[in-house]
């Protein structure tokens, strides 16, 4: 809770960083407090959760990445970053950082989708070792952008494969 308001003005409530989120910009310090408590929940039920993304030279919140499980070996990943971390590989680097982690909780199926127009999230889940799995028409609504379905790019990834060729 000590990061919620840090979460909200950097990030969470800023509807240009979130445009292509599958989740609604907050309107309230509230919303992301809501976000904290859910986020607590699912650490204390799967061995992962959200984890928040800070600059390694000052500590600055730069974002948030993480887990979605699904089972205990099989979750969804994704990251959000503020505009002006924006450009600068911390996408990538958190990716890899979420797939090392999977490696040691025995994650074997890693998944990930992108808005089809998102080409920069593209080259991030690709440079990260995720492979294209489908192209999916209006799978998932995307709140700051619309209220219609939209098509996605479904991405996955073995971390145990992933992270052995790698070496």
């Known amino acids: 809770m000590d990061d919620a308001e840090a979460i909200f003005t950097r990030y ?3 509807r ?3 445009k292509f989120m599958s989740w609604p910009a907050h309107e309230s310090l509230e919303d992301t407090r809501d976000f904290l408590e859910m986020s607590e929940r699912e650490w204390h039920r799967w061995p992962g959760g959200p984890y928040l993304i800070l600059s390694s ?3 600055l919140l730069l974002g948030g990445t993480g887990f979605a499980f699904e089972a205990p070996d099989s979750a ?3 990251y959000v970053l503020a505009r002006d971390a924006w450009g600068r590989g911390f996408a990538t680097e958190a990716l890899l950082g979420v797939l090392a982690i999977s490696k040691d ?5 890693l998944s990930a989708v992108c808005h089809r127009q998102h080409r920069a999230s593209a ?3 690709e440079k990260a070792g995720f492979e294209l799995e489908a192209r999916e028409q209006k799978r998932l ?3 700051n952008l619309s209220t ?3 098509d996605v790019l479904a991405y996955s990834v073995n971390p145990l494969w992933c992270v052995e060729q790698k070496r």
């Open 16 to 18: 240009d960083a979130l």
């Open 12 to 14: 969470a409530s800023d």
């Open 123 to 125: 080259r991030v889940l």
């Open 105 to 109: 909780l025995g994650v074997r199926r």
């Open 148 to 150: 219609e379905p939209q």
């Open 76 to 78: 969804a990943t994704g």
């Open 57 to 59: 030279e000052d500590g």
């Open 141 to 143: 609504v995307f709140p």
